[in-house]
């Protein structure tokens, strides 16, 4: 499975940022993709994950009713694809770099040891 993200940058606080992830490798049918972050000197921190058709969704409590992931519905192949992070009302408090990953198991994880599948981080910085 290779999984590449794309999309960080610099926004202004109250600004709004779409990060990307380009996932391929494998049959997704029954994957679980998510975002995590990692701020300076913090631990990872779950940000969101959903099921590979959509079916659910879960957001970390820091992310919820800002952050939203969906899926190229465009797309009709389950071995590529992209997953998307959409960030609005950002705060200085969600500058990180932002993973993501996938697992191959259904159902929502928070746990970064139950994805095996990462993708490289994209910094996003919001400034104040």
């Known amino acids: 499975v290779q999984l590449q993200a794309s999309g960080g940058g610099l926004v202004q606080a109250g600004g709004s940022l779409r990060l990307s992830c380009s996932a391929s490798g494998r049959t997704f049918g029954s994957y679980a993709m998510a975002w995590f972050r990692q701020a300076p000197g913090k631990e990872r921190e779950f940000v969101g994950s959903?099921?590979?058709?959509?079916?659910?969704?879960?957001?970390?409590?820091?992310v919820k009713g800002r952050f939203t992931m969906s899926r190229d519905t465009m797309s009709r192949s389950n071995v590529r694809t992209t997953v998307y992070l959409q960030m609005s009302a950002l705060k200085p408090e969600d500058t990180a770099v932002y993973y993501c990953?996938?697992?191959?198991?259904?159902?929502?994880?928070?746990?970064?040891?139950?994805?095996?599948?990462w993708g490289q981080g994209t910094l996003v910085t919001v400034s104040s």
């Open positions: 990953a996938a697992r191959g198991s259904p159902g929502s994880s928070g746990n970064m040891g139950d994805y095996p599948y």
């Open positions: 959903m099921a590979w058709n959509g079916a659910w969704k879960s957001y970390g409590d820091s």
